[in-house]
């Protein structure tokens, strides 16, 4: 069972990244699917769910209205959209599905 997330990096306040997380190993089309992150010196916090046929969705008010959740079962993959990225927005960010957690991955937003 794992989850490997990619698409992290460095970027300007206001600009845009897509994290994808490749699943296997588990029925993925069968799991709900999460997004978390956790900042220097904080807690991890939920950022997005995506329930297991992809018609449902969950935000955190601090990312609602900037990042989208989707998912695509026949690629066993999810993916968050960031748009509108704030300095705060920097964390790594992990993929969580069927008890497990990827390795996560940087996002860094500075000028």
């Known amino acids: 069972v794992q989850l490997v997330e990619s698409g992290g990096g460095l970027v300007q306040p206001g600009g845009s990244l897509r994290l994808s997380c490749v699943a296997s190993?588990?029925?993925?089309?069968?799991?709900?699917m999460n997004w978390y992150r956790q900042a220097p010196g904080k807690e991890r916090e939920l950022v997005a769910v995506?329930?297991?046929?992809?018609?449902?969705?969950f935000y955190s008010d601090s990312v609602k209205g900037r990042f989208t959740i989707s998912r695509d079962n026949t690629k066993n993959t999810v993916a968050l959209q960031m748009n509108n990225l704030k300095p705060e927005d920097t964390a790594v960010y992990y993929c969580?599905?069927?008890?497990?957690w990827g390795q996560g991955t940087q996002v860094t937003v500075s000028s």
């Open positions: 995506i329930n297991n046929a992809g018609a449902a969705t």
């Open positions: 190993g588990f029925p993925f089309r069968f799991y709900d």
């Open positions: 969580r599905g069927a008890s497990v």
